[in-house]
């Protein structure tokens, strides 16, 4: 699929959206059970790993508000490339069928 930078680029802006900003922010980034934030970035962001963009959004969208306000650039940015791939497969499916259909339409 390419390659699309991780949601947790925007991290700092989301974790100033929960609550003032530490000196230091601790991640697990083992933790990929439960609905917390943490949960929720660490799968979003094993998802885009796997190329999973789809999967990584919908995981994204269960944060709080404020953390989805802070991440908006970066999820809008997404959905477009989601909306690209799908008319992009959808153009290779009718080219594929209409090849099909003219080789055997030949005598």
Known sequence: MGSFSSPLSSLPAAAAALREPPIIT???VNNTTGDGADAIL???QHELEDGDLEAAVADLD???PPA???LSGWRDRAQRRLEIDR???AIRTAAMRDLSLSAGARP
């Open 26 to 28: 601790i991640r697990r």
């Open 42 to 44: 660490t799968r979003a």
């Open 62 to 64: 269960k944060l709080p």
């Open 68 to 70: 989805r306000a802070a």
């Open 87 to 89: 008319q992009v497969a």
